[in-house]
């Protein structure tokens, strides 16, 4: 069985639908990209991977089971413009991220210690360590988003989903981010979701680039039907489609 499994959802808000029959199988290991219109029900998507809210219909399964409610230990989520704490140094943030995913929220004694330690070794990990004592307002943009990837991490979580993590970065910060993400990843062989709006940046980061799009369409409701998976490209080679375009796709969009 796939490591992530999502079969016939669908995802209604006050009976307009959003998501229709999204079926997806993911390995443990793999980096999704999920590309699509605005609006389309990406962000929905990863809402219900994290549990913080239910399907209407279908299921979601990690490691066979449901998804937990609270994330941590097994999802950590960065998105676009993630509000690290202001009055907290860097260090504390990381071990902040940590926290999160103990039942009191707070470390004392020999656990608050071992805290540490473990933030300044996300720190050394994420090039942070000489602004270990600095408060996120002095960090560039940049650096704000590597903590806050860093906070994510800090609970070692096996899936890491990221909402446009990189949109709000310079064109520079934003493809030195990409190397920092791509390290990352092999040292830490993490499953990701990442949702963007470059379609170069899925590619490149991507072993598979999910589209979503609404395959029916009435040009008289627009909001009548809600968008599935229309195509699931293979981006290890250079992005060769290897499900082509899905059952209902033959009704055509106008252009
Ligand atoms: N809790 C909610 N209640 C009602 N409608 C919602 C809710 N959450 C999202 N929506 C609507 O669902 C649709 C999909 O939103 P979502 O944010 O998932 O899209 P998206 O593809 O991530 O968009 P973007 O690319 O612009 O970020 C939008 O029309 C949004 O207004």
Known sequence: ?????????????????????????????????????????????????????????????????????????????VFQRYSVFPHMTVRENIVAG??????????FGAARRAALRRADETLARIGLAHVADAYPATLSGGMQQRLAIGQALTARPRILLLDEPFGALDPG??????????????QTGMTVF?????????????????????????????????A???YDFDARNGGIP????????HVLRPA
Not at 98 to 107: C, E
Not at 173 to 186: G, I, K, N, Q, V
Not at 195 to 224: M, N, Q, S, Y
């Open 1 to 77: 069985m796939s490591f992530v499994t999502v079969r016939d959802l669908f995802q209604s808000y006050g009976g307009r639908p959003i998501l229709e029959r999204i079926n997806l199988e993911v390995e443990e290991g793999e980096f999704v990209s999920i590309v699509g219109a605005s609006g389309c029900g990406k962000s929905t998507f990863l809402r219900l991977l994290l549990a913080e809210e239910q399907p209407s219909r279908g299921d979601i399964r990690i490691a066979g089971a449901e998804p937990a409610r609270e994330p941590g230990r097994e999802r950590g989520v």
């Open 98 to 107: 940590d926290s999160f995913t103990r039942p009191l929220g707070r470390f």
């Open 173 to 186: 910060t934003r493809l030195s981010m990409h190397d920092f993400l791509t390290e990352l990843r092999a």
């Open 194 to 226: 990442m949702v963007t709006h470059d379609l170069e940046e899925g590619f490149k980061l991507g072993d598979r680039v999910i589209v979503f799009d609404k395959p029916r369409w009435d040009p008289t409701d627009p909001e009548a039907y809600g």
């Open 228 to 230: 599935t998976i229309t």
């Open 242 to 249: 290897f499900q082509t375009i899905k059952e209902e796709t």
